[in-house]
């Protein structure tokens, strides 16, 4: 728990700098998740400042459908054109199918992001912990893929 506090205090440290706006305020596309199963989606992020965007997704499992939103800090990663760092957090709530059990968590994101200057595509990759509130305490660490069309 300790190592977590510390990540989560340097994270947040880096957020907190000076950011300029991203090259893009609304994308859209899919997102994956790949760790202690597989789910993927429908995904969208949208920029409200310079330095903070949300970000949501409709995402599908094998025996849940569930609902992500997310709340990022984000910036440039200095000397590299396009690339971007985000950190953040926010809540996720998953519907069992035929009978299954709703659940409930947090999620904690960090990763980057690389928006194509000749194209209007962008991906993202992140390390997405989640900590399972209900109907059972839990965790599981993923690893996030996002590709989405850029809305300029």
Not at 43 to 52: C, D, Q, V
Not at 60 to 85: D, M, R
Not at 96 to 125: D, K, Q, V
Not at 129 to 139: D, V
């Amino acid at each position: 728990m300790k190592k977590i506090s510390i990540l989560l205090v340097s994270m947040f440290c880096l957020a907190a700098g000076t950011v300029k706006a991203q090259d893009y305020q609304t994308a859209i596309g899919a997102k994956f998740y790949l760790g202690d199963g597989t789910l993927g989606g429908f995904n969208i992020k949208h920029s409200l400042a310079e330095k903070s965007a949300i970000e949501g997704s409709l995402l599908f499992a094998s025996g849940a459908v569930g609902l992500e939103g997310l709340y990022e800090f984000q910036g440039p990663i200095p000397g590299a054109a396009g690339l971007q760092y985000f950190v953040g957090g926010g809540g996720m709530l998953a519907f069992g199918t035929g009978g299954g059990s709703t659940s409930f968590g947090l999620r904690l994101t960090g990763g980057a992001e690389y928006t194509f200057s000749g194209a209007p595509i962008n991906i993202s990759l992140g390390l997405d912990p989640t900590f399972y509130l209900a109907p059972s305490t839990g965790t599981n660490l993923a690893l996030g893929l996002g590709i989405r069309y850029v809305l300029r």
